[in-house]
């Protein structure tokens, strides 16, 4: 009896601590950072003592990360009597729950025009700037880095700049030696992950902590950026030629933040905060989510930081398209990237038993069905999920040995193509629906299948419900390069309005993201499912995670160029000779309907690398600047010092209005107000007694534009010049069933067309 006391006893005890641990969540906690006791002789040390205090049962490692640069405090994992603790206690600005963020999932240098050998600019490639390139420190905060990788190779690269800070990290799959010349740093930052998956005292989650990438993500968005010259790349022979990064001289430094079940708050900050202190130049970010105050934005916290020591931040707007208002990272001192499509294409073809035969795109390498045709099914009913070929939604019996129209949507487009195998099927239609319209991704499927825009696939839908005894054949045409009308802006690319901020134009620019080809962690398939078993160095993937890079690249070939630029003038240069028309002289055509896009599907356009080095006046923004637009937003002080960092914060400098920040677009919402007024000032770095013209469009029946004065003309290098915008919504004007106008406002002498995009909007925005 005594024994079975003592082990009830036991149990007990032992379910109260686990009860006590599974309470347990990670919480960042913002502390008044310059009340430090001088009795601790670090803020690691307060931050310590002051979890130590709240009660007997904290942890010594309940403090995740003590945060120095990107934010002032801390992560650990509290129970709700600790957080109600903190956040009566006089040293804490807030205490907020941690925040998961998703990842935003060689053709590319010549469709942007940049020379094959050094990823410069035809015409520029001079000693002095290839040599400036090899200074420029990228980092990357992803999935890891598979350093194996032939982008990383550092061949010819001098040696690393001695103010690099940074480390490689070891781990039991990942050694310091794999790091060189080109890939000069790897970190990874999990411990928001672990207390997610179960925290440091139930050894749940089965991820090695180390910097490799074993999810391919990573790779590929470095790569991209910056991966070296390749010769005879190619995804199982798609896409062949020699693969390259946007800034092939450039360093690399990977920062592992992203995880099986997504990117923690706690650590993106973890690996902002090192990135900062390690000394790059750029940070990019294919990953992000929901659209919060700037001040419980994770990531707009962190970029504020790098912004303010000159770090240029470049971020996915999402693939949350074609859906209205479904941006991410929408901060102003971020750079916000869409995605357009490529001059090149994967063509595959469905030729139906009624003789048609239909166009799509495909990435399937295998060997293909022949001449022979096969039976043709479509499973729509009321369960869609079938329709969709949800994972064990199909029955074998119906379609074993035939081709299987799927629809897009919900599950990813490579595990329908899966399902459809595992049912007994030989191949595959995946058809779009109305949320896709005519946008075609290519993709790496593990049987035979062709993707169809959704005309298409309504026509071969149509067929299989009239015809008794449906058939088809699905073949596939390999590469083909200088498709028009390019680019086209994908609809899974994000859109505006700016829900934050509507008077900021979000996205900033679209880059290359669709079927792009960069480098591949060889731990995964190029399908990215488990059960595919085939090796590639190189994969093609889609979304604004590979347009994010193509920025950020772009960015560091700036730094190189312009290395006394500030962020928000490589951004400026960036936006304002960015195009607006495609191959064909058309203007941008969105993917999602076919119709012409807008700056809220492409915000300034598509970026030109070749104008920008030149671009003839910037939009230039400071550290001031962007307090003074946050105190125009009606946050508290401590608010403001959650992202300014500043003790208490005051605002001795306001805007009117949050749209008056010199930024090289316009968003103007009229709301209750007929008149806007906005002020900009242009800064030259073209050449000295250099003049320009104004040229301005709109709609004009129903806003009235006046700019004033007309003609700027700038004496020097770095004269600033001021004009100021009057929109004016017209008297009498029927805007009651108008959602949104357009319009441009150019800057333009024989050398240079500096142009801003203008977004007009009649009422308050709303989710």
């Excluded at 690393?160 to 480390?167: C, F, L, Q």
């Excluded at 043709?376 to 079938?386: A, D, E, P, Q």
């Excluded at 598509?606 to 001031?624: C, E, F, M, R, W």
């Amino acid at each position: 009896m005594k024994a079975m006391a003592s082990s009830s006893f036991l149990l007990l005890l032992l379910l109260q601590c686990l009860s006590l641990i599974m309470a347990k969540k990670t919480y960042i906690v913002h502390m008044k950072h310059h009340q430090k006791p001088s009795i601790y002789p670090t803020h690691h040390d307060w931050y310590s003592a002051n979890l130590q205090s709240l009660s007997s049962s904290s942890h010594s490692d309940s403090l995740l990360y003590a945060y120095t640069t990107a934010y002032n405090g801390f992560a650990a994992s509290l129970d709700p009597s600790e957080v109600e603790a903190l956040r009566r206690s006089d040293d804490v600005l807030g205490v907020y729950e941690d925040t998961v963020y998703t990842l935003h999932t060689t053709r590319t240098p010549e469709f942007l025009g940049l020379e094959t050998q050094y990823g410069l600019w035809e015409g520029h490639n001079t000693q002095d700037l290839e040599q400036a390139s090899h200074d420029i420190i990228i980092g990357v905060l992803d999935t890891g880095i598979w350093p194996e990788s032939k982008s990383f190779d550092d061949t010819g690269m001098p040696e690393i700049p001695t103010r690099w800070r940074g480390e490689c990290e070891s781990g039991p799959d990942f050694s310091k030696s794999l790091c060189n010349k080109k890939l000069i740093g790897a970190r990874s930052f999990s411990r928001g992950y672990h207390m997610a998956s179960g925290g440091s005292y139930i050894k749940k989650d089965k991820e090695t902590v180390s910097p490799r990438d074993r999810d391919g993500h990573g790779t590929h968005t470095a790569s991209t950026a910056a991966g070296s010259h390749v010769a005879n790349a190619s995804l199982l022979g798609y896409a062949s030629g020699t693969a390259r990064g946007m800034a092939p001289q450039a360093r690399v430094a990977a920062y592992k933040v992203c995880w099986s079940t997504g990117c923690f708050g706690s650590d993106i900050l973890a690996g902002m905060d090192r990135a900062i202190q390690d000394g790059v130049d750029v940070l990019s970010l294919s990953l992000g989510g929901g659209s919060a105050p700037y001040y419980r934005d994770t990531i707009a916290i962190g970029a504020f930081a790098a912004m303010e020591r000159g770090i240029f931040v470049s971020c996915s707007a999402g693939n949350s398209g074609p859906s209205r208002a479904s941006l991410a990272n929408v901060a102003p001192w971020i750079m916000t990237v869409g995605a357009g499509t490529l001059d090149r294409d994967f063509p595959a073809y469905v030729s139906l038993g009624n003789k048609k035969r239909f166009s799509g795109v495909s990435l399937y390498s295998g060997k293909g069905m022949g001449e022979r045709s096969v039976g043709l099914v479509y499973n729509k009913g009321s369960n869609t999920s079938t329709s969709m070929c949800m994972p064990g939604s199909l029955d074998p019996a119906v379609v074993r040995g035939k081709v299987v129209i799927c629809d897009r949507g919900i599950n990813a487009r490579v595990e329908k193509g899966a399902v459809v195998r595992d049912a007994g099927g030989v191949g595959m239609i995946l058809a779009n629906t109305v949320a896709s319209g005519e946008e075609l991704v290519a993709d790496s499927h593990l049987l035979p299948a062709v993707a169809v825009g959704k005309t298409v696939g309504d026509e071969i839908r149509e067929y299989v419900g009239s015809d008794p005894n449906p058939t088809a054949i699905l073949s596939f045409g390999g590469t083909v390069l200088n498709v028009t009308p390019s680019p086209v802006v994908a609809a899974f690319s994000s859109r505006g309005p700016n829900l934050v901020t509507p008077q900021i134009l979000k996205p900033d620019v679209i880059g290359p993201g669709v079927n792009i080809l960069a480098g591949w962690s060889e731990a995964i398939g190029p399908s990215g499912l488990s059960q595919d078993a085939r090796k590639t160095q190189f994969n093609i993937m889609s979304g604004t995670s590979m347009s994010c890079p193509h920025i950020s690249g772009l960015a560091g070939l700036l730094k190189a160029a312009h290395p006394d630029w500030s962020p928000s003038a490589i951004k400026s240069a960036l936006m304002t000779t960015a195009y607006t028309h495609d191959n064909t002289k058309s203007p941008l055509r969105d993917a999602a309907g076919g119709a012409f896009s807008t700056p809220w599907a492409h915000g300034a356009g598509h970026v030109n690398p070749q104008k920008a080095l030149s671009p003839g006046l910037v939009y230039d923004a400071s550290t001031a600047d962007y307090m003074a637009f946050l105190c125009s937003l009606g946050y508290t002080s401590a608010q403001i010092q959650l992202i300014a960092k500043l003790p208490n914060a005051k605002c001795s400098r306001k805007f009117s209005d949050p749209g008056q920040l010199n930024y090289p677009s316009f968003s103007v919402v009229f709301g209750s107000k007929r008149v806007v007024r906005y002020t900009r000032t242009l800064t030259n770095v073209g050449a000295p007694g250099s003049a320009y013209e104004v040229a301005v469009t709109g709609p004009s029946s129903l806003v009235g534009i006046t700019v004033k004065p007309t003609k700027l003309l700038f004496g020097k290098v770095g004269e600033r010049k001021r004009y100021t915008v009057t929109f004016v919504s017209m008297k009498g004007a029927d805007t009651s069933s108008v959602r949104s106008e357009f319009g441009s406002i150019v800057w333009s002498n024989e050398q240079h067309q500096v142009a801003s995009p203008v977004a007009f909007a009649w009422t308050e925005l709303e989710s």
